[in-house]
């Protein structure tokens, strides 16, 4: 059984990554979704926060789970048995970034795969920090997150 884990800060899941998460959930028996416990960035959720969105998000796929973890995510993918790590690529930058970090964990790690997976057009230009700017500012969110995470975004801001 191919276990694989979608690692992430998810500050708060956008449809970017929900379609990226769906479309994992069916090429792989289970998918373990991991949110970062303490990013090196100033977020915006609390990691419990984050979990809850994501639940909610995903609580229609049945071979997914949702688990705040901290440290190495090498480690994380060790204890929950994933043999595969997923990331969402959208531009060049991305792979840049995918590019260094899976070769880190590939030394780290040499059993465990990544595999990429490619953006929705859709959400090519989609962001959690861009999100996050526009939400602050008012502007329409609607078709980039789940409703519930829209109202959550619209409760942090102080906004309608
Ligand atoms: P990080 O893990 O670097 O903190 P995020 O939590 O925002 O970044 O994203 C987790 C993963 O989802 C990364 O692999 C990122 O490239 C990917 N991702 C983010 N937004 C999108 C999107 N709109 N479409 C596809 N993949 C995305």
Redesign the pocket.
């Known amino acids: 059984m191919t276990i694989a884990l979608y ?5 708060p899941v ?1 449809n ?2 929900l ?2 998460a769906t479309r994992a959930a069916a090429l792989f028996e289970q998918l373990v979704i991991g949110v ?1 416990d303490v ?1 090196p960035k100033s977020l915006l959720f609390t990691t419990e926060e984050r979990v809850e969105l994501w639940r909610q998000a995903v609580a229609h796929l049945p071979n997914t789970r949702v688990e705040a973890y901290a440290g190495l995510t090498v480690e994380f993918a060790r204890k929950v048995k994933a043999q595969v790590i997923v ?4 531009m060049s930058s ?1 792979f840049e970034k ?1 590019f260094e970090m899976a070769l880190m964990n590939k030394k780290l790690a040499p059993d465990l795969e990544v595999v990429c997976l490619m ?2 057009l859709e ?2 230009f ?3 920090s861009l999100l996050k700017e526009v939400a602050q500012l008012g502007g329409c969110i609607q078709d980039l997150v789940p409703e519930h995470v829209a109202v959550a975004l619209r409760r942090k801001f102080g906004s309608r």
């Open positions: 690692p992430g800060s998810f500050d956008t970017g990554h379609d990226i970062y990013p990331r969402g690529l959208r991305d995918e953006t929705n959400y090519e989609l962001s959690a």
